[in-house]
Nanobody, 123 residues
Framework: HLQLVESGGGLVQPGGSLRLSCVAS????????IGWFRQAPGKARDGVAC????????MYADSVKGRFTISRDNADNTFYLQMDNLQPDDTGVYYC????????????????WGQGTQVTVSS
């Protein structure tokens, strides 16, 4: 059973940056698609950024293109979400996730989840 542990959330002012990390254990991430998802209060859990298992082009939600970057370090079994120029609409609980397939950057296609980390963007 793949286990994921996140870190890096917090409170940041608009225009600021945060870097989220997700460390995997029990299995190598080499065999998984990976993704970051966001859930704002009262809303669904939406895909923010994903990378397929074969390491193809990352997929980004339109709202974060040009500001967020997803990356993976298979040697450390870790993946990241660099978030720049954060805005209040980016506020929410961020979850990392992985799946052996994960063909679509949607929560319905991911089976292993981290516990979530709160990101709050406010002045």
């Amino acid at each position: 059973h793949l286990q994921l542990v996140e870190s890096g959330g917090g409170l940041v002012q608009p225009g600021g940056s945060l870097r989220l990390s997700c460390v995997a254990s029990e299995f190598s991430l080499d065999y998984f698609a990976i993704g970051w998802f966001r859930q704002a209060p009262g809303k669904a859990r939406d895909g923010v950024a994903c990378i397929s298992r074969d390491g193809g082009m990352p997929m980004y939600a339109d709202s974060v293109k040009g500001r967020f970057t997803i990356s993976r370090d298979n040697a450390d079994n870790t993946f990241y979400l660099q978030m720049d120029n954060l805005q209040p609409d980016d506020t929410g609980v961020y979850y990392c996730a992985a799946d052996p397939l994960g063909y679509v950057c949607s929560s319905n296609f991911y089976g292993s989840w981290g516990q979530g980390t709160q990101v709050t963007v406010s002045s």
